[in-house]
């Protein structure tokens, strides 16, 4: 039976940035919800995240953006450098004046720990060490699941928010893998006040040189920490293989220092500060559209990572996850007879797509812009778009990124489909 009604209750399998989101949302809508993740409450993934307006707005929706800001890095725009030190292009993360919100960066801890405070606040229910083992039964009206510590559950509809290597999507679309795109980003922290920084050099700053692109990011409020990486080219390895390499601290070190003298001099001062034992590294993985988002009986619905992983390049993986939860909540607020799951669904899912594939059309612009000067000369005609302005944004360009409400899509949604059941 297909939902005519908000649910009863939401399962949300994932305890990360998405479901998180979700769980606020659905409580400020009145519908129950109780989050399950996998691993134990103090597990931290490290590292930081950019989010820009689009996901600010979704993060100000739920009371979440006004308790984060100061903890945060506030900016505007991403400036590309070349090997000279000379400014050569500019990418909007945000501005509060062309977009309503300056970007920010924030490590990713301190989001989720304000998010759980939150939901505690709320009496929401998070159950650590809950790693999925399958789905024991989907539909009609229920979805009954099991963990590998043998308990089980049921709810009216489970959301699968648990990344690209979904447990929940693998129970109904089994064929679908993740894709390695052949890329890794190799990154590292380092003290800001090591660098040698030229008097008025922007940041953050991508510097493009031979060897392809360097990132500098500061971090934490006072800008005092950053991030630093380059993206390139690798051959995929299996699990054990990323793991081992993962703990291979040196082995990052010494391909980050590959090339160095290549670099200009802000990057090599930022290479010869950067400390072993904080390497790290990001494999870049996808998956093929998904033809459905939604299992046969609509009660089970993937989000964020699990329905369309997209590579960080543009900085919008984490923040496509919170519009596919903004707009999800608000439609499961107002099911009825005259608009069924299904067809809201329907609706959700078309322009969740329409979006995601422009925000991956940019991304390969970015990653384009990133690749060494060898490699960008053998890309075929249009694989870098000739306006550079509309992967700049400084006229208003990114709005069609940076405004959209998705909790106002999703009412005129609900208003379609009230018509079209009047006709």
């Known amino acids: 039976m297909v939902l005519t009604a908000p649910p009863a209750e939401v399962a949300i399998i994932g305890g990360g940035l998405a479901g998180l989101t979700l769980a606020l949302a659905l409580h400020d809508l009145n519908i129950p919800s109780a989050v399950y993740e996998a691993r134990s409450e103090d597990f931290d993934q490290g590292g930081g995240v950019m989010l820009s307006p689009n996901a600010l707005r979704v993060l100000d929706s739920v009371g979440v953006y006004k308790r984060v800001r100061d903890k945060s890095l506030q900016f505007d725009v991403l400036t590309f450098k070349d090997g000279q030190d000379q400014t050569t292009d500019e990418y909007y993360f945000g501005s509060e004046k062309l977009y309503g919100y300056q970007a920010i960066r924030i490590m990713r801890k301190e989001l989720l720990d304000e998010m759980k405070t939150m939901l505690r606040e709320r009496n929401i229910p998070i159950h650590y060490g809950r790693k999925l083992a399958t789905i024991a039964s989907d539909g009609p009206d229920n979805v009954e699941f099991v963990f590998e510590n043998g308990e089980v559950a049921n709810a009216p509809l489970l959301i699968g928010a648990d990344g690209i290597h979904s447990t929940v999507r693998r129970t109904f679309l089994p064929q679908v893998k993740p894709m390695y795109a052949g890329f890794m980003g190799i990154n590292s922290v380092v003290q800001r006040s090591q660098l040698r920084i030229p008097d008025g050099y922007k940041l953050p700053a991508t510097v493009m040189a031979k060897p392809g692109a360097f990132l500098l990011v500061p971090q934490k409020p006072d800008g005092s920490e950053l991030f630093i990486g380059s993206q390139r080219r690798f051959a995929e390895l299996d699990p054990a293989g990323w793991e081992a390499l993962r703990k291979d601290k040196q082995k990052l070190y010494n391909m980050l220092q590959e090339n160095k003298s290549d670099w200009p001099d802000v ?47 543009a900085g919008q993986g984490a923040n496509q996850a919170f519009e596919d939860v903004r707009a999800l909540a608000t439609l499961l607020s107002k099911l009825s007879p005259e608009v069924p799951l299904d067809k809201a669904a329907e609706k959700w899912q078309a322009y969740r797509q329409a979006r995601v594939k422009k925000v991956l059309d940019l991304t390969q612009q970015m990653n384009a812009k990133r690749l060494p000067e060898s490699e960008r000369a053998k890309l075929p005609p249009g694989a870098i778009w000739s306006d550079s302005s509309l992967t700049r944004g400084d006229g208003g360009e990114l709005h069609w990124l940076y405004d959209p409400d998705l909790a106002q899509e999703a009412e005129k949604w609900v208003e379609e489909l009230k018509q079209a059941a009047q006709l």
């Open 267 to 313: 990057v090599q001062s930022a290479l010869e500060a950067t400390p072993v034992n904080c390497m790290g590294f990001w494999a870049f993985y996808g998956i093929p559209p998904l033809a459905s988002w939604l299992s046969e009986s609509k009660r089970i619905i993937l989000v964020g990572d699990a329905a369309h992983a997209i590579p960080p390049t």
